[in-house]
C-alpha cells in the first residue's frame, strides 16, 4: 500500500514550525526533509525518523524501531498519537536535524565536447 498524499500533508502542517521542511516523493513513498537533511521516510502511511542517540533520548517511551522497507537502516517508528502531538514531532525533528550530519555534495560531471 502506498503513502496517501493526505497523509504526508499532514505530517508537513504538523512541522509547520520545525525549520524547513517538505518532501519528496520517491518510488511512490516520501522523503521527508528539515533543513535540507533527510530526517525521515513516509512508507505505508507510516512516520519512521532516522534514529540519532538524542532523538533516541527525547522519545523515550515512544521509541519504537522498524523498518521503512526491506534492507531499509532501522528507523523509529511514529504512531498516530504522536504525530497527533504536533509540540512533541516538532521536537524530535529538529532534535533529528541538528544531529544529523550535513548532506554531502554531489558534484556534477562536465563532459568536454571536441570542436
Partial sequence: MKTKQST??????????????????????????????????VCRDTLFVKITDQGHKYSGKHYKEGHAYKGAKAS????????????????LIRITA?????PKKKFRKQFLHGD
Fill in 8 to 41: 504526508v500533508d499532514f505530517i508537513l502542517d504538523q512541522l509547520i514550525s520545525a525549520g524547513d521542511v517538505s518532501a519528496r516523493k520517491m518510488f511512490g513513498e516520501y522523503a521527508l526533509y528539515c533543513d535540507g537533511k533527510v530526517v525521515a521516510l
Fill in 76 to 91: 523509529m517508528v511514529i504512531d498516530e498519537n504522536q504525530i497527533e502531538d504536533r509540540e512533541w514531532l516538532t521536537e
Fill in 98 to 102: 541538528e544531529n544529523l550530519p550535513a
